[in-house]
């Protein structure tokens, strides 16, 4: 199975082709989900040939993986976005919510095409592309809370760095996943789950 671009977008028309794809396939999971992505849907969507869409991505999980990995950077963004606005006197729990809400930014924005997105990340082997994403907000994670090593006992910052996304990811799941979503209770179930796990 090819799950890498057939050939990497350079000048800006094939960027904006290959951007168009991507939003195309997202706008065609958050309406309608899984079931109705297929490359034909997505050309279409897009407003390109299916040939044109065959050029970048040779299969439906190629361009799956492109979007986890696209989700992947964004949430990693965000991630970023919110370190840099916690005040520096902030206490523990206040920088654990900011980082919580941070990490469930993707369900708020669009929570079908967020749990589509998870379902996919456990189906293909990306494992070393989660894993790239995870060690770089990790060694963010690692250094805020580097600043509370005397609240939060006998846990190793880099080793929460890598349990903390897996233990909000768990519980968001719990609740991301009813129908309505209760992404508040979710966020607010999250943010106990790290504290306990840290103290």
Known sequence: MVLSPR???????????????LEAAAHIIARSGLAA???????????????????????????MVALIQRQQQGQLDTLMAAAATIDPAADLQTVVRA????????????????????????????????????????????????????QIGPVEPQVAARTLPALVRAVTDAWANLTPPQLDTAEDEAVKAVLGYLR
Not at 46 to 51: L, T
């Open 7 to 21: 050939k990497l977008p350079k000048q800006g028309r094939a960027r904006a082709t290959c951007d168009a794809i």
């Open 37 to 63: 992505f297929n490359t034909n849907a997505v050309a279409e969507r897009a407003g390109v040939s299916i040939g044109s869409l065959y050029q970048y991505f040779p299969n439906k999980d190629a361009l």
């Open 99 to 150: 980082l919580v809400r941070a990490a469930m930014q993707h369900h708020r924005t669009d929570d079908l095409l967020a749990t589509a997105i998870d379902h996919e990340e456990a189906r293909l082997p990306v494992d070393d592309l989660i894993g790239h994403y995870l060690d770089q907000g990790g060694m963010l994670v690692a250094a805020l809370l580097a600043n509370f090593q005397d």
